[in-house]
């Protein structure tokens, strides 16, 4: 088991979640001892500077983690939604081992220089979301029918003419899972791990039967045109931005 948590956000308000970070050396120190208070251990295994800190260079930041590290409170550096010149900076401080960031047939921004950069360097890439956020799981509905506390009701992809068109984009995806007998998600996954092995879906669960399909994603097997085909029919992503305009990340 890999135990991680992230550090980085200001909570103290709630109604500027997603807008406030605090990326300070005492709030970060803070964060990892109650981290370690609340999870009953004496060490995190990754510790994800949450979202890159404009107030707050990145050194610094690389440089606190380096002293946790050191400390041993600490084992590895990960950032999240980090674009390739804080990447570099950091990496430039202290190793950074994996980054993470929102990656699946249905967001594929990190192709044109994200990806390239980490792997240049030797880092990790930890895929958050790799089914969008469910819309790869073939079971999506529009925004309208989210509860108010579903992010998706209030992402863009989910919102009327996007909605209609993304699920236009997904439908083929499930005449693939067809012939290879298993589900659009699997499909999904399955196409996501045979982008490199240095890249780590990690799709959100409640159901142990899920866990369980997920998992079987990893024995699928295509060919080179097979995963083609699948990249081929989402080849830009989805249409609408994965975030609201104050919550996405500037790269």
């Known amino acids: 088991m890999v135990l991680a948590t992230k550090s980085g956000y200001d909570l103290t308000d709630m109604s500027r979640f997603g807008r406030a970070f605090d990326s300070r050396p005492e709030h970060i120190r803070a964060v990892v001892e109650a981290s370690l208070r609340h999870l009953g251990t004496d060490h995190i295994d990754v510790l994800y500077q949450h979202r890159v800190d404009p107030d707050v260079p990145i050194e610094g930041v690389a440089g606190t983690v380096g002293e946790l590290v050191a400390e041993g409170k600490v084992r590895f550096f990960g950032l999240s939604e980090a674009g390739p010149d804080a990447i570099r900076r950091a990496h430039a401080v202290h ?18 220089e994200v990806l390239p950069t980490v792997r240049e360097l030797g880092i990790g890439f930890v895929a958050c979301s790799p089914l969008g956020r469910g819309f790869l799981t073939g079971t999506a509905t529009p925004a309208a029918d989210c509860p108010p ?5 209030h992402d863009a992809r989910w919102q009327p003419g996007n909605y209609e068109t993304n699920q236009a984009l997904v439908r083929d995806l499930g005449a693939i899972a067809e012939w290879k007998g298993c589900t659009v998600a699997q499909v999904a996954l399955g196409w996501l791990l045979a982008q490199g092995r240095d890249i780590v879906p990690i799709p959100g669960t409640r159901s142990a039967q899920r866990v369980a399909e997920n998992v079987a994603a990893a024995h699928l097997t295509f060919t080179p045109e097979g995963l083609d085909l699948i990249g081929s029919l989402l080849p830009n992503g989805a249409v609408g931005d994965r975030y609201p305009a104050p919550m996405m990340p500037a790269w």
Not at 95 to 112: D, I, N
Not at 149 to 153: H, I, P
């Open 95 to 112: 190793p950074v081992s994996v980054l993470q960031t929102e990656y699946s047939l249905f967001e594929r921004s990190v192709e044109a």
């Open 149 to 153: 506390n579903d992010l998706r009701a």
